[in-house]
Every structure is written in structure tokens, then in C-alpha cells.
């Protein structure tokens, strides 16, 4: 049996929950400068002067509306972590969530967008060259008995890793190139596995 919000307070939160699914959706279709307040409160079933008051501008509603749950920290041993992406590609390329699909068509025109994916990039790029840092560090410690040095590109190889799984992404989801539109998430992450692999493991 279906449950209905009896407080206030419920039926605010069901509310603005519907508006953020509905708003999820026309940003993913259309992106940012294409959707209007007026569409989102006409899809929520609302008044426009509700979506202002519950979130004061069509940004703040953007911003809210592409919140994604954080990632789990990669795991530090080299074949956990290439697994943990590898998973984490796969995922995406079997059908990005809306509100990666509006951030990611939105980020290119809209410079709010360009900034908010940045620096969700940025931080991905920093917690992987943490893990690539400290699984290094383990590999030297055992083999040498000693402290390491540090590994300079940690976060160089880092970025390229993100930067390898943004692109199929891109291609596969947002471009729909020819090549790569029909060909299984499986397939896709078997063929890019040596590549991350390869920037894994620092360099000889």
C-alpha cells in the first residue's frame, strides 16, 4: 500500500523531491540555458512561484538538482583500485544518471557547470593519486625495506586515468559516436583494462 506525507514537513520534502526529479530529467534533455522554471514546475505539477521559494533561482536548482553521492575511496592495493574504476566506468557507460547526463551536456556553454564538474574532477583526481601514492609506497616498502621516495606522478597519472574514462564516457553516452554506441559496457572496459592498468603501476 502506498504511503502519503501527513506532516508539513513531509509533504515539503516529497514536494521538492518531485521537483528535482522532474528537474534532473529536462536538464539532462535539454541542459541548462534550454530549460526554464516554467517547464520544471509545469513537469512537477506546481506553481513556478513554488519553485522559487523552495529554491531562489533556476542555479541553485541546477546546483541541486546534479548533486551526486560522493565515491567510495579507491582502494590503495593497484588491482582493487583498476577494478574499482573499471566498475565505476562500466556503470556509467551502461546509462549515466540524470543528473550526470545535465552536467556533463551543460558543462561545455555554461561556465557555472564547467566549474561545478571541474571540481568534482578534480577531487576524483586527488583521491586516486592518493591511492596510486600509497600503493607505490607499499610496493617499494616491501621490496626495499625502506621508506620510498615519493612518486612524482601519482597525480599526473591520476588525471590521465580520469581523463581516459571521462572520454568513453563522452563518446559512448553524451556523443553517441558510431564506434562506440553499440558495443557492450563490458567489452569497452576489457579493451580499456591494459591502458589503466599500465597507469596504475608508476613507471618503470
Given at each position: 500500500m502506498t504511503t502519503h506525507p501527513t506532516t508539513r514537513a513531509?509533504?515539503?520534502?516529497?514536494?521538492?523531491?518531485?521537483?528535482?526529479?522532474?528537474?534532473?530529467?529536462?536538464?539532462?534533455?535539454?541542459?541548462?540555458?534550454?530549460t526554464t522554471i516554467r517547464a520544471v514546475a509545469a513537469s512537477a505539477g506546481v506553481d513556478p512561484a513554488l519553485v522559487m521559494q523552495y529554491f531562489g533561482s533556476k542555479r541553485e536548482l541546477f546546483t541541486r538538482a546534479v548533486?551526486?553521492?560522493?565515491?567510495?575511496a579507491p582502494a590503495a592495493d593497484g588491482k582493487a583500485l583498476l577494478d574499482h574504476l573499471l566498475t565505476g566506468l562500466g556503470v556509467k557507460l551502461g546509462?549515466?544518471?540524470?543528473?550526470?547526463?545535465?552536467?556533463?551536456?551543460?558543462?561545455?556553454?555554461?561556465?557555472?557547470?564547467?566549474?561545478?564538474?571541474?571540481?568534482?574532477?578534480d577531487e576524483q583526481i586527488a583521491g586516486i593519486g592518493r591511492a596510486l601514492a600509497a600503493g607505490a609506497a607499499g610496493d617499494e616498502g616491501h621490496s626495499h625495506g625502506q621508506a620510498p621516495d615519493p612518486d612524482p606522478d601519482a597525480d599526473l597519472r591520476?588525471?590521465?586515468?580520469?581523463?581516459?574514462?571521462?572520454?568513453?564516457?563522452?563518446?559512448h553516452q553524451l556523443l553517441g559516436l558510431s564506434a562506440l554506441r553499440d558495443v557492450p559496457a563490458d567489452r569497452i572496459t576489457a579493451l580499456l583494462r591494459p591502458a589503466l592498468e599500465a597507469l596504475v603501476r608508476p613507471a618503470g
Open positions: 513531509d509533504r515539503r520534502r516529497a514536494t521538492e523531491a518531485r521537483i528535482l526529479a522532474c528537474a534532473r530529467e529536462l536538464f539532462a534533455a535539454k541542459g541548462f540555458d534550454r548533486q551526486a553521492s560522493p565515491a567510495p546509462g549515466l544518471p540524470d543528473g550526470a547526463r545535465a552536467m556533463l551536456r551543460s558543462m561545455l556553454t555554461d561556465p557555472a557547470a564547467a566549474s561545478h564538474v571541474r571540481e568534482g574532477l591520476a588525471a590521465l586515468i580520469v581523463t581516459t574514462m571521462v572520454g568513453a564516457t563522452l563518446g
